[in-house]
């Protein structure tokens, strides 16, 4: 039978670079590429030379155009065989993905002077369709934060992704409009608004229809010119990080559909983005994809992480033609784990299989960690938040259960752990009940995660820490959880917990039985609030909503609140006031603000202590506190103590946990918080009833 990853002899998804010439020729961090055969090369490598952290890697690809090859060239070596399979009844993509700037939409859509891929390959269907007496017609269509938006509408009108009951996407409102001419189609193509395209994924949909357009679709030719991939932590992007985490996690649900594909694996993620949701039935069964990773000559980092993601798409498909062996599985699995822990800070680190040799006490840790981790699925493979367990000197902070596991596991040989509970499984924009369970699904899958007990030192080389690939324990329950969801899903459940994020989507059966997915505009902040923190006091019997030390504060609070010109000292101080104050003058204040841990002890002698001044200042004292309280919260707990506080539900709790994973410490006022998308008033009002409930 057939390898399902090759179709005709073609692998599913072929893997090929496009070089983008180099702005500073006389630069010396040019990539090298190797085509064993030239042209006739069955697979090329792609290396960084040694000014790249004295790497020798090298990456495999399909195949390598270099910047002297032009679009003409791949459009007759690598597009012409899709176009026949189109006219054949089958749908083809063409996706472009790659660093920013990396020369995607040049690629793609070309300008005045060269012209990109989908106008060359539009003009050899246009005459393909003329000798066969088709019709072409183009959809043009932008994927903007999990929302798709039909570009051809003057309105740039929301397009909704329709799921029928045999499972085929529908799109609709979607524009198709019939194309005679090139002239036609550059006319619509370059008259374009211009879009946010740094922000968004923009796509060709060129459909052929046997006879007028009103007949049935033969097949469709997609080009995806998607969204410059970019570090996250980068200083002065012009994008907000939590928008380039957005594009990141769009940019790794395809690659993870992508890995799927070729690896022929039995589940492909196709729901982990609007973007994949949108293109299934194109990407889906003997269809064909070509994905080309921009590569500019002149490397930069991020080039370096989408050069080795795309090598790890291409090796899938060797995977799946051979026996998968939990070795060579785990051996993808480090390598693209590490690089993205290479990826994570500024100076480059490549550690593959090839280099282990060089690199001491992370070989070894690697080696035996790996040889603890069984196989992960291909899906997992792509993912910032995705089951990195993140290894950091230094630092005793941990979370939830798994860090528990860890630290119980590794504890002994002095490695200190941080394990990051997040999860990138949950939608970005929108949140349906089916993104509560997934995330709380990898949460109790990662809990499972046990490395073995021979774990050894990890000497990490470098300050940040590298992410050693972790798995998940048993994936048949994953794939059981799935099913679940599905089926809650159609159940018509909604659910938005994101006051700063206006959009929700509801997900229910219209009266064809269909799938209809529509998104919606909430208007009202304080609703979403509302409907936030009622469906926490639905649940009183979960755990207090703030630290302990928090209900110290109030309860100090209230003792003052009690007293008119002498302070009064909550019961559990009293013993010690008493004890100490017998052996010293240290003032019953004075053991209350050292518990809270304020750095004021004694009140200057000029003081006015008439009672509303002791409370004032008490109190602007113990506000101070509490903020501090809630800060150093919002930087250590784990995502569910964070989904106790009020107004924060799954998705700030993600928020706030990714941009942990970015800076350690981020929340130092306030005002940090506006980083997860909160207003001021939003902040004062999560506050307020944050220290408000302790009083109830
Ligand atoms: N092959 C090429 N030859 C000459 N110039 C190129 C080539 N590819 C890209 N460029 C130039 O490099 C710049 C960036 O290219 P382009 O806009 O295509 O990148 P992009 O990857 O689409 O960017 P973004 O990530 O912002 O979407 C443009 O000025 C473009 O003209």
Known sequence: MENKSMSHGR?????????????????????????????????????????????????????????????????????????????????????????????????????????????????????????????????????????????????????????????????KGLSQVPVKSLSDFQNLYFGLKKTQKLTSHKGVMIHVTSGNANSGVLGRMNFLDMAGYEDSRKQNSGVAPLEITRINKSIYALQNVMYALNANESHVPYRESKLTRMLKDCLQGCNRTLLITCLPR????????????????????????????????????????????????????????????????????????????????????????????????????????????????????KVVLSVQASSSEEEVCSSFIIADSQSSLVEEEKSTLVFSSSATAINLGYSIGAALSSEVADTTNKETHRKH????????????????????????????????????????????????????????????????????????????????TQLSVPEKYQAVVEEVSEHSDITAEAIVSAELRTPERTMPSNIDYSPWKTYSAHSSKLKKSAVGEYLKFLNTAGKEDLKKLKGIGEKRATSIVELREESPEPFKTLDDLKDIGLSEKQIKGLLRKEIGEIFH
């Not at 599905?486 to 159940?491: G, H, I, N, P, Q």
């Not at 994101?498 to 529509?518: C, H, M, P």
């Open 11 to 171: 692998k599913v998804v072929r893997v090929v670079a496009k070089v983008k010439p180099s702005t500073d020729p006389a630069s010396s961090r040019s990539i090298l590429v190797h085509k064993p055969m030239g042209e006739d090369s069955e697979t090329v490598s792609i290396s960084f030379g040694a000014q790249f952290a004295g790497s020798k890697d090298s990456y495999k690809l399909d195949y390598c155009y270099e910047e002297n090859e032009s679009n003409g060239l791949i459009l007759t070596k690598e597009i012409k065989p899709l176009v026949s399979s189109v006219f054949e009844g089958k749908d083809a993509n063409v996706i472009a993905h790659g660093a920013r700037s990396s020369g995607k939409t040049f690629l793609i859509q070309g300008n005045e002077k060269e012209l990109g891929l989908a106008v060359l390959t539009m003009d050899e269907m246009l005459s393909m369709a003329e000798q066969r007496g088709n019709s072409i017609s183009v959809s043009i269509y932008e994927v903007s934060q999990e929302t798709v938006y039909d570009l051809l509408d003057q309105e740039k009108r929301m397009v909704s992704v329709l799921e029928g009951a045999q499972g085929k996407i529908q799109l």
């Open 298 to 413: 002149e490397f930069s980092q991020d080039s370096f992480y989408m050069l080795n993601l795309a090598s790890q798409i291409c090796l899938g498909s060797k995977r799946a033609m051979n026996i998968p062996t939990k070795k060579k599985i785990n051996t993808l699995t480090s390598s693209t784990s590490l690089s993205s822990a290479a990826q994570r800070k500024q100076t480059p680190l490549v550690v593959s299989t090839t280099s282990t040799k060089q690199r001491g006490n992370v070989t070894e840790t690697k080696t035996k960690l790996n040889a603890a981790a069984s196989a992960m699925k291909g899906r997992e493979l792509f993912g910032e938040a995705k089951n990195l367990v993140k290894c950091k000197n230094n630092s005793k902070k941990m979370e939830g259960k798994t860090r528990m596991t860890l630290k119980k596991k590794i504890s002994h040989s």
């Open 485 to 564: 969801e599905d089926e809650e899903k159609f159940s018509g459940a909604t659910h938005c917990d994101d006051a700063s994020i206006d959009k929700a989507q509801i997900v229910e059966r219209d009266d064809n039985n269909s799938v209809v997915e529509e998104d919606i505009t909430l208007v009202n902040e304080g609703d979403n609030l509302d409907k936030e923190n009622n469906s926490w006091l639905a649940n009183e019997t979960a755990s207090p909503p703030l630290s302990m030390r928090l209900q110290e504060l109030s309860n100090t609070l209230k003792s003052i609140c009690k007293t008119s």
